[in-house]
C-alpha cells in the first residue's frame, strides 16, 4: 500500500541532500534513486552497505534491497554473489513525466509540458526479462512502484535530424501512484486482461492489453519462468496458458 506521506519525506530528503552535494555513497546519485532508497529505508546507517564483494542500497532485518532505475542485466552478478540473503529488486516506472527545460544561457526554466509517453507496470517486464533465471529464486522478490515524476532537460550541443537534442540530467519524483509487488504467481497473473483466453499467444495480449509485441513478449517469458504461465507449440507459435 502507496505511503503517500513517506514518499512525500523520501522526496524531501533526497532533494536536500542533492542540493548539500551528497555525502558518502551519495555524490552524483540521481533524485529518483535516493528518494526511493529513503521511501524504502529511512535510516541512512542502512544504506551502501558492503555484502559479498558488492555494496547493496539497503540491508537491513528484511535483507537486501536494490533500486535499479535503468537496466537490469548487470545486477545478475549481484544477485549471485548475494547468496542465500533475501533480496527484494525495486524497479520504478515513470507514469506521468511534465517535461521542464532549462536555458544554459539565463538559468530559466520552460512551464512545465506533460510527455506523450506514458509508462505502465508492464513496461517493468522488458527489464525484469534479463533476470528471468534470477526470478526463480524464492528468495528474491521484486516490486515496482509506478510514478509521477518532473524531467529536467538542457540543450547539450548535439543536433538530429530534427534539430538540438536535449540532454536529460534530472529526474525528480513528485508522486508514488501505485506499488505493484511481483512475488506471487498470483501477482503476475492479475496483470492479464479480463476476457483474455486460457491459451492466447504473444499477439493477442499484445492486443488485448494494447501493448507493444515486445513488452508482451517479456511478459510472457517473464511468467513462463516464474511458473505463472506454461506454453505449448501450435504450428509457428506458443500458446499461453495460466497456472492459477
Known amino acids: 500500500m502507496v505511503d503517500e506521506t513517506r514518499f512525500e519525506a523520501a522526496c524531501a530528503r533526497a532533494l536536500l541532500r542533492k542540493a548539500e552535494g551528497g555525502g558518502i555513497g551519495m555524490l552524483g546519485e540521481k533524485s529518483l534513486h535516493s528518494a526511493l532508497k529513503y521511501y524504502y529505508e529511512p535510516d541512512e546507517g542502512r544504506h551502501e552497505q558492503p555484502v559479498n564483494g558488492f555494496v547493496a542500497d539497503i540491508l537491513n532485518e528484511r535483507g537486501i534491497t536494490e533500486i535499479q532505475t535503468g537496466g537490469l542485466f548487470a545486477l545478475r552478478r549481484k544477485l549471485a554473489a ?19 527545460y532549462l536555458d544554459p544561457a539565463t538559468g530559466e526554466l520552460t512551464r512545465p509540458r506533460l510527455s506523450p509517453k506514458k509508462g505502465r507496470v508492464e513496461d517493468a517486464f522488458s527489464g525484469l526479462v534479463h533476470i528471468r533465471e534470477e526470478l526463480k529464486n524464492p528468495l528474491l522478490t521484486v516490486t515496482v512502484p509506478v510514478l509521477d515524476a518532473e524531467e529536467y532537460r538542457i540543450a547539450n550541443g548535439a543536433v538530429g535530424r530534427r534539430g538540438p537534442r536535449p540532454l536529460k540530467y534530472e529526474l ?73
Do not use: N, W
Open 172 to 244: 525528480v519524483p513528485v508522486r508514488l501512484a501505485e506499488e505493484y509487488p511481483l512475488s506471487q504467481k498470483a501477482d503476475h497473473l492479475a496483470l492479464l486482461p479480463e476476457g483474455l483466453p486460457d491459451g492466447f499467444t504473444v499477439k493477442e495480449l499484445a492486443r488485448a492489453q494494447k501493448l507493444p509485441e515486445r513488452t508482451a513478449s517479456a511478459m510472457c517469458a517473464v511468467m513462463l519462468a516464474v511458473g505463472a504461465l506454461s506454453r505449448r507449440r501450435e504450428g509457428r507459435a506458443y500458446v499461453y496458458m495460466r497456472e492459477d
Open 82 to 100: 548475494y547468496g542465500g540473503i533475501p533480496v527484494t529488486v525495486v524497479h520504478p516506472i515513470v507514469r506521468r513525466r511534465s517535461l521542464i
